[in-house]
């Protein structure tokens, strides 16, 4: 190695050269750090106050609604404009030289040092690009106040594709965390006991005078050890069943043999082969769809040659089994279905053929009340099987579902069912 020679402290310009960092580069830097300290409280935040929303203690309040939905929503936005920042921040850095380290024979912490950098820049891509996918894959509120960025080409509305990429999330949001810890560490035992210029050429102003220093390359050691780290924590992630979709409220977990939550055997002249009774609201602005799991039909109907009376149908809803994206388990709280204590919905009505097409006229239970309904619907008979498609409006107030959100702003009071199923002929 050549001996050390002292250099005078260089005018500050854009780019980097291979003892100092460039303007550019220290903007990139401290953006990024001023993001991340944003984006890490916030999310901490919005997630404890959605545990407790979620929890049995939460009142229903809409206003600790809404600042879920606003703390969320700062949180992703900031998170997307801190993955567009990393991506920039790292094209920036391919196109300039690196300073070299001002300790070149201490091998070891040289290494360490760039394997945690790998680690850094890496998580800053990963960690909000997953979080990302996951906001895309989700139906629900808390929308990304950017003017793009709600959906994402190619990603589904899943929840498999949700939860997968909200586990990859959560896993590279600690990765990222213990990686700026080690990188604010290593600055510090710099600056503190090493007292020379590694922090101090990152700060803005003029830089500091430092030693002309010859490199050390370690090829591609470190990058290699950075990727030993990541499938191990990767792998981590699904031995512990992050990827998996989780529980979403008591439907997750019913008994087939609770006659308090599972719906009688069908009887009746047909038989559902197969179906969907699906729900839509909307909140925040945004709709929000979801289906119930659990319910069965009992129809008894034969084609009249008029218009006119054709039969009965009674459907008993298991409310448990209802899935509504990011809200099941607020849909299932005492102010909106209350579950528990009003485990099942019965709708039932005679079946009127029309001049065109048909209606389903009787009523609705949820929870303690029934009132009127009418769904009309379309037929299409062949012989023994039959497809029905019927769709209708009601309002959640009716039914004292959501008493406490009296602003549509925050939750409509319209509500949409649509039942689609296939039904054959019993023998």
Do not use: C
Not at 66 to 87: C, D, I, P, V
């Amino acid at each position: 190695m050549s001996s050390p020679v002292s250099s005078p402290a260089p005018v500050v310009s854009r780019q980097n050269t291979t003892l100092h960092y460039g303007s550019v580069a220290k903007v990139f830097h401290w953006l990024t750090a001023l993001l991340m300290l944003a984006v890490f409280p916030l999310g901490y935040f919005a997630t404890d106050l959605a545990h407790y929303i979620q929890s049995a203690d939460f009142d229903g309040a809409q206003a600790t609604l809404n600042r879920a939905a606003r703390l969320f929503s700062l949180h992703k936005t900031l998170g997307l404009t801190l993955f567009l920042t990393a991506l920039l921040r790292i094209l920036w850095a391919l196109s300039q030289p690196k300073p070299v380290p001002l300790h070149p024979e201490r091998r070891l912490e040289t290494l360490l040092a760039e394997v945690v950098h790998w680690l850094l820049y890496g998580s800053l891509v990963a960690a909000p690009l997953t979080g990302w996918i996951h906001h895309a894959a989700t139906t629900g509120f808390a929308p990304i106040w950017w003017p793009f960025g709600q959906s994402l080409p190619f990603v589904a509305k899943s929840e498999g594709v949700a939860a997968a990429f909200g586990g990859l999330h959560w896993l590279f949001v600690w990765t990222l965390a213990v990686s700026l810890a080690l990188h604010i560490a290593g600055a510090l035992k710099h600056q503190i006991i090493d007292r020379d210029a590694t922090l101090r050429r990152m700060l803005p102003g003029s830089a500091p005078a430092v030693e002309q220093q010859t490199d050390v390359t370690h090829g591609v050691a470190p990058m290699m050890v950075a990727l030993a780290i990541w499938v191990m924590v990767l792998a981590g992630g699904g031995a512990l069943g992050l990827y998996a979709p989780h529980s979403h409220g008591p439907a997750d977990h019913a008994d087939a043999s609770d006659t308090s939550t599972t719906p009688p055997a069908p009887s009746g002249n047909w038989v559902v082969a197969d179906g969907t009774l699906a729900l839509t609201i909307v909140q925040m602005g945004s709709e929000v769809r979801g289906q119930f799991d659990q319910w069965q039909a009992t129809i008894d109907f034969e084609e009249p040659e008029a218009p006119g009376p054709a039969g009965t149908v009674t459907v008993t809803i298991a409310i448990p089994s209802l899935m509504l994206a990011s809200v099941t388990d607020q849909a299932m709280g005492p102010d909106y279905f209350d579950s528990s204590t009003y485990p099942t919905a019965v709708f039932s009505a005679e079946i009127l053929k029309l001049a065109d097409g048909y209606v389903a006229d009787g009523t609705l239970r949820i929870r303690d009340q029934e009132v009127p309904l009418r769904l009309p619907f379309s037929l299409d008979l062949q012989g023994d099987a039959a497809v029905m498609t019927g769709s209708v409006e009601v309002n959640r107030l009716d039914f004292n579902v959501g008493r406490g959100v009296m602003d549509e702003g925050s939750l409509a009071f319209a509500v949409g069912i649509a039942v689609d199923l296939t039904a054959n002929r019993a023998r």
